[in-house]
């Protein structure tokens, strides 16, 4: 029976593992897989590295007993994800949950805030796995981040764009995605709903229904929005 890491937990383990992986390429970058000739990492050879870090960060708290020394969540909500690939020959999607947004980044900010996102791929994989793997990085980054959300965001999605296909002319990589991303600000009693393309998101209040992104619309102007609801 496989067991699951508790979600309070994922945010502080993955922040250390982090931390390590990156002291560990700059002491030695060749181990981690850097290659000067590209400036880029091989990307089998840094999987195994970010794997063994993550089994290592593990034991060290299993076998020391140091689990009650990681912060406390500052956020705990119910959360259920489900994919289906239907009759695709492989599942071309990707989603991503962070709980704990402002931990996982060193974000000093008062307000906790909670990262949620679907890339519906096609044409491929390429475009939804970068998108899955960078987008909230650049969200983190942004200097309009935590003050102006919508402008982060924006920045975020095309800071992406640019990225990928910059990635794709070298490499040849043919894919595209939507995307479709909710920041949560409970104490703000904000929610930030960002997205680009045709994937819908619904927000359920007492058995009500509400719409928070528009789609249908071809323009990069028009399905490049923003919804903010707040109360």
């Known amino acids: 029976m496989p067991v699951h890491c508790p979600s309070s937990l994922i945010t502080p383990l993955t922040k250390i593992v982090l931390e390590e992986v990156k ?32 089994n290592e960060v593990c ?6 007993g140091q689990v009650s020394t990681l912060p406390p969540p500052k956020l705990e909500c119910p959360i259920s994800a489900c994919a289906v690939k239907n009759t695709r020959r492989r599942m071309e999607d990707r989603h ?10 060193n974000i000093q900010d008062d307000s906790p805030a909670s990262y949620y996102a679907v890339f519906d791929g096609h044409a491929g994989t390429y475009a939804a796995v970068y998108s ?3 987008l909230h990085q650049f ?12 402008q982060a965001f924006k920045e975020a999605f095309l800071k992406t764009n640019f990225h990928f296909l ?4 070298i490499e040849n990589l043919s894919s595209g995605t939507t995307a479709l ?7 703000e009693r904000k929610l930030y709903v960002a997205w680009l393309g045709d994937s819908q998101a619904l927000l359920v209040r007492q058995e009500e229904a509400i719409q928070m992104s528009v789609t249908g619309l071809r323009k990069w102007e028009a399905v490049f929005g923003f919804g903010e609801l707040g109360g």
């Open 23 to 54: 002291t560990a390429c700059k002491k030695q970058p060749a181990k981690c897989g850097f290659q000067k000739l590209s400036n880029s990492y091989q990307p089998l050879k840094l999987m195994q590295v970010v794997t063994r870090k993550v």
């Open 59 to 64: 034991l060290r708290y299993i076998d020391d």
């Open 96 to 105: 991503v949950i962070i709980e704990d947004f402002h931990t996982l980044f």
């Open 132 to 134: 899955v793997c960078h």
């Open 139 to 150: 969200l983190a980054e942004s200097p309009f981040y935590p003050t102006d959300p919508v």
């Open 166 to 169: 910059e990635k794709s002319n």
């Open 181 to 187: 991303c909710a920041l949560l600000r409970p104490q």
